[in-house]
């Protein structure tokens, strides 16, 4: 193979040597560029635009979070405890929220709940903290593409500490 190519090679002609050796080295730049440069710059966009979209999450957080948080404070007290995890189920129907999980713990129930209106999740919670003096003391969101929709991965709620 390697003597037929040298066979081949001698019996080009100058000009024609060079025009091989040109395209070789065009061959090598496009090798470069496809194999390595391009899944570069490629990854690299794509970071970008996933930064950017954390960064405008983040904000979107930031301005909704003292609203929620909000919701965590007060005073009221109680009529009477009920089963946290069957109140969920009560007001959740009348919400119409789905929950995807809910673990009630003694003082304090944790729900995961299907994709849904931020301003439905609100008044949810304020309902919640109003009639019922259940107050967020944990959430983790996140928003959705969809605007003003979000994801509860994990929202605990209990009685409010008075």
Do not use: C
Not at 112 to 138: G, T
């Amino acid at each position: 193979m390697v003597e037929q190519f040298k066979d081949w090679w001698m019996s080009l002609d100058l000009r024609e040597k060079q025009l091989v050796g040109a395209a070789g080295v065009l061959v090598v730049i496009g090798f470069i560029y496809l194999s390595i440069w391009n899944p570069i710059i490629t990854k690299l966009e794509k970071a970008k635009s996933k930064l950017h979209s954390a960064e405008k999450t983040l904000l979107w957080v930031e301005n909704k979070s003292p609203l929620i948080i909000n919701l965590g404070g007060g005073s009221i007290k109680p009529t009477k405890k009920i089963i946290l995890s069957e109140l969920m189920t009560e007001t959740g129907n009348r919400f119409l929220i789905k929950f995807t999980r809910i673990v009630d713990k003694k003082q304090y129930v944790d729900v995961s709940v299907e994709d849904l209106d931020f301003n439905m999740l609100v008044a949810w919670l304020i309902y919640l903290k109003k009639n019922d003096a259940i107050v967020v003391q944990n959430i983790d969101l996140t928003k959705l593409k969809k605007p003003g929709y979000v994801k509860v991965n994990r929202l605990s709620l209990g009685y409010n500490k008075v």
